[in-house]
């Protein structure tokens, strides 16, 4: 059973780092496209980034350039989204998603339709 769940979610200040996990069962994090969306409250999912199946580019919406950093682990089959300098503005749901498969080039964010499986999200905020 292909499955994603995300964990490392959490309430931290303004300024602060919360770095959070997606693990994978099912298939290969490096066989699929693999992106990062959110969902605030009262606003539309947006994509945070994706990484690129075969080379593991990465890319990333411009409201989190420089600050969000995505990887994956092959070994521990997981994909992780490290959030710096976090502001009241990143506070969401965040969801994990997995690639369809048979798309190639580069991952896209901004395409939800590109993504097939999805978390359950785990919530961040961030407040003082």
């Known amino acids: 059973q292909l499955q994603v769940v995300e964990s490392g979610g959490g309430l931290v200040q303004p300024g602060g780092s919360l770095r959070l996990s997606c693990a994978a069962s099912?298939?290969?994090?490096?066989?699929?496209?693999m992106s990062w969306f959110r969902q605030a409250p009262g606003k539309e999912r947006e994509g945070v980034g994706c990484?690129?199946?075969?080379?593991?580019?990465?890319d990333y919406a411009e409201s989190v350039q420089g600050r969000f950093i995505i990887s994956r682990d092959k070994a521990k089959n997981e994909v992780y989204l490290q959030m710096n300098y976090l502001q009241p503005e990143d506070t969401a749901v965040y969801y994990c998603?997995?690639?369809?498969?048979?798309?190639?080039?580069?991952?896209?964010?901004?395409?939800?339709?590109?993504?097939?499986?999805w978390g359950q999200g785990t919530r961040v905020t961030v407040s003082s």
């Open positions: 998603a997995k690639g369809r498969p048979f798309v190639y080039g580069i991952c896209l964010y901004s395409k939800p339709s590109q993504y097939d499986k």
């Open positions: 099912g298939f290969s994090v490096d066989d699929y496209h």
């Open positions: 990484v690129t199946k075969v080379d593991g580019r990465t």
